[in-house]
Every structure is written in structure tokens, then in C-alpha cells.
């Protein structure tokens, strides 16, 4: 019996040594940690600033220009839906009798929400005489597109009020070319019978480009213009022909200078014997520089 017991309790040290080193020892899962990420702040950046310089001129007026406008330009962006852009110009009437005389002045704000096919804004528009408060939008989808700028007007002179629109609400595009419809109109508050509307139709196209430069030309017809007084008289009608040249220069991947120069061709339809204005032709120059960041 004694050596049974000795036997005995040599197997049983024996199956506990082996336990020991054979076993896996049992390991406590832990979850891994969770950093959480946090998206940084949209910054205000600058993404562009210009100069441009614009010379108005109406057969029969100034021999230089009714319109000498000086201006400067900045654009900004918040994040990737929202753009801001500032325009501060200077105008002078320009004749080489008269000398140079300044006229006026504009400050343009403007803040614009951009969505996938469309954006919508808010700008405000001061000049001597009134203050324009818009709500551009535009829209996008394939090949059709368009924009409009619909405002009230604040006259800071006897005039009445005003209800303003400029639209191209639709646009056609095929390749280089665009067909557009365009509408201007503004029509007084307070009883006030005056309004002037302009119907346009719009062709646009790029003539010739290269890897940094390009040339383009549009041509539009008025074929529609209703202008009646204050007391409803119907007014001059102009129903007229425009040429646009333009052209665009890459001097570096962030420096573009651009210009465009338009001629009217005026053609008056003067009711109750009134007499066509003097003005056969208008002419508009500009030439304008932009730098990217």
C-alpha cells in the first residue's frame, strides 16, 4: 500500500509539472482604441485678384469715352461650396477737349453657395445714384444651362424704386458653340407706368485656341424692346445688332490677361413722331489681367 501511495503521487506531481509547461496561458482580449477624426476648419482663401480697365463710347458723345472705368477685383473661397468676390471701380467721362472728369463709382459684394448643379447667392450693388440688391443663381445639367440675376433697386434720387432682371435662362451648348436667350428688364414701383425690356438672342463660339491661348466672337440681336414712360407713352425702341471679339492669354498657369472689344449697331423705331437719338453705333473696349493662387 505504501508504494501504491508513492506511485501515486509521483503521477500526480508529474501531471501537474506537464500542465504547467504545456497549458497556454489564457490572454484578456482588449478592443483597440478609437481615435476619432476631427476634420479641420474651412479656411477663407484668397484664389484670385485682378485689375481691368473698360472705355464706353456712344457715336455723337464723347470722342473718348461717356464711360472710362477703372476697376479692381478680388475673389475668395470657404471650404469647397462657398466663393466671395469684391469689385471697386472708378469711372471718368474721357474727351480729348474736355480733359477727364470723374462721374462715379461701384462697389460690387457678392457671396455664392455652390451645390452639384446649381448655386444660388446674394450680392449687393452701390453706385451714386442707387443700390441694387440681387440674388444670382444659375443652374447646369448636361448641355443646358443658364443664369439669372433678378434685383431691387434702391434710386437714391427722386426716382421711383425699381424691380430689375437679367437673365440668360437658357443656353445650348454643342462643342465650342452656345445658343442663349437673354432678357433685361426694369420695371418702376409706387404707380410709376415706366419699364424698358430687352429680348435677346445669343450665339457664342471659340474661333481658335491653343494650349495658352484663345480667341473667341458671339453675336447677338435685339429683337424685341419695349420702353414706355412714366406715364405710359411708348418710348424709342432699339432694335439692335452686336459683335463681340474676345480673346484670352495664358502668360503663366496663374497669370491670364484677357480682353474683348463690342460694337452696336443701333437700329431706333421711333413711335408718335418722335426723333431717333443721335447714337448709330456703341463701342466697348476692354482689357483686364487676373492671377490665380
Excluded at 42 to 49: A, D, E, G, K
Excluded at 62 to 72: A, C, K, Q, R, S
Amino acid at each position: 500500500m505504501k508504494k501504491l501511495a508513492l506511485l501515486l503521487a509521483a503521477l500526480s506531481v508529474a501531471s501537474v509539472s506537464y500542465a504547467k509547461e504545456v497549458m497556454p496561458v489564457a490572454e484578456v482580449a482588449t478592443e483597440p482604441a478609437v481615435v476619432e477624426e476631427v476634420k479641420a476648419a474651412p479656411v477663407l482663401r484668397v484664389t484670385s485678384v485682378g485689375q481691368y480697365i473698360e472705355i464706353d463710347n456712344t457715336s455723337g458723345g464723347y470722342d473718348i469715352g461717356e464711360g472710362v472705368h477703372f476697376g479692381n477685383t478680388v475673389s475668395l473661397a470657404l471650404g469647397d461650396n462657398w466663393t466671395f468676390d469684391l469689385m471697386a471701380r472708378k469711372t471718368w467721362t474721357a474727351d480729348t477737349d474736355d480733359g477727364m472728369h470723374s462721374t462715379n463709382h461701384r462697389i460690387d459684394l457678392a457671396a455664392t453657395r455652390h451645390f452639384e448643379h446649381f448655386t444660388l447667392g446674394a450680392k449687393w450693388r452701390g453706385e451714386s445714384k442707387y443700390d441694387k440688391l440681387y440674388i444670382p443663381m444659375s443652374y447646369e445639367y448636361g448641355m443646358i444651362s443658364g443664369w439669372a440675376t433678378p434685383a431691387y433697386v434702391f434710386y437714391n434720387t427722386n426716382a421711383d424704386d425699381a424691380l430689375y432682371l437679367e437673365a440668360e435662362p437658357v443656353q445650348i451648348s454643342y462643342g465650342p458653340v452656345q445658343l442663349a436667350y437673354y432678357f433685361e428688364g426694369e420695371k418702376a414701383l409706387g404707380g410709376n407706368e415706366s419699364h424698358d425690356y430687352r429680348h435677346q438672342v445669343r450665339l457664342r463660339g471659340q474661333l481658335f485656341s491653343t494650349d495658352n491661348f484663345r480667341v473667341g466672337a458671339e453675336y447677338r440681336y435685339q429683337f424685341a424692346n419695349d420702353v414706355q414712360d412714366e406715364k405710359g407713352v411708348e418710348g424709342v425702341e432699339n432694335n439692335r445688332h452686336i459683335a463681340i471679339l474676345n480673346a484670352a492669354y495664358d502668360v503663366t498657369p496663374n497669370l491670364t490677361i484677357d480682353g474683348y472689344y463690342e460694337y452696336d449697331f443701333n437700329k431706333y423705331d421711333a413711335p408718335n413722331g418722335q426723333k431717333d437719338p443721335a447714337d448709330d453705333y456703341y463701342g466697348e473696349f476692354y482689357l483686364g489681367w487676373t492671377y490665380k493662387f
